[in-house]
């Protein structure tokens, strides 16, 4: 059994080596972007939301009922404009629907707080999770290149 809850934003530690495996999953993914990935740090990537009060960000944990974290998503909205800025869930626990509820408790709370416009931004060259976004309503709309 799968069990999800919210934290608030002072116990997002909790997520860490999580979030590690997803960032190293994307370090090893990328074909030349990998130093983009390397460089980022836990700490500071999740400073970012600090800006964010309690009603403006949510953060949900899939644990099994050891309380072994399985995987977990932070989103955040501006006035209507949301956008789930973190998912992953573990290798050994994909493909149970633990990623897609994730997904849709989120959707449900960006809605419930009048966004509008809810965009995703996801690797190039993560076809899998392309495809499970699809899988959720989102299109493509715009695609950023850059320079190596």
Same mark, same amino acid.
């Given at each position: 059994? *799968?069990?999800?809850?919210?934290? &608030?934003?002072?116990? *997002?530690?909790?997520?860490? =080596? *999580?979030?590690?495996?997803?960032?190293?999953?994307?370090?090893?993914?990328?074909?030349?972007?990998?130093?983009?990935?390397? =460089?980022? *740090?836990?700490?500071?990537?999740?400073? $970012?939301?600090?800006?964010?009060?309690?009603?403006?960000?949510?953060?949900?944990?899939?644990?099994? =009922? !050891?309380?072994?974290?399985?995987?977990?998503?932070?989103?955040?909205?501006?006035?209507?404009?949301? !956008? &789930?800025?973190?998912?992953?869930?573990?290798?050994?626990?994909?493909?149970? $629907?633990? $990623?897609? !509820?994730?997904?849709?408790?989120?959707? !449900?709370?960006?809605?419930?707080?009048?966004?509008?416009?809810?965009?995703?931004?996801?690797?190039?060259?993560?076809?899998?999770?392309?495809?499970?976004?699809?899988?959720?309503?989102?299109? &493509?709309?715009?695609?950023?290149?850059?320079?190596?």
């Amino acid at each position: 059994m *799968v069990d999800y809850r919210d934290i &608030p934003f002072n116990e *997002v530690s909790i997520i860490k =080596d *999580v979030w590690e495996r997803n960032r190293k999953f994307h370090e090893e993914l990328s074909k030349f972007f990998k130093h983009l990935y390397s =460089d980022i *740090v836990f700490e500071e990537r999740i400073n $970012g939301f600090s800006s964010f009060d309690q009603d403006h960000i949510k953060i949900t944990l899939a644990e099994d =009922d !050891e309380e072994r974290l399985l995987g977990y998503c932070i989103s955040t909205f501006e006035g209507d404009k949301g !956008e &789930p800025q973190t998912l992953h869930v573990i290798e050994e626990a994909r493909g149970r $629907g633990i $990623g897609k !509820e994730l997904m849709n408790r989120h959707m !449900e709370w960006l809605k419930g707080n009048g966004c509008k416009t809810i965009t995703i931004t996801v690797s190039y060259e993560n076809y899998n999770t392309i495809e499970f976004y699809q899988s959720m309503g989102f299109r &493509p709309n715009t695609m950023e290149m850059r320079l190596k």
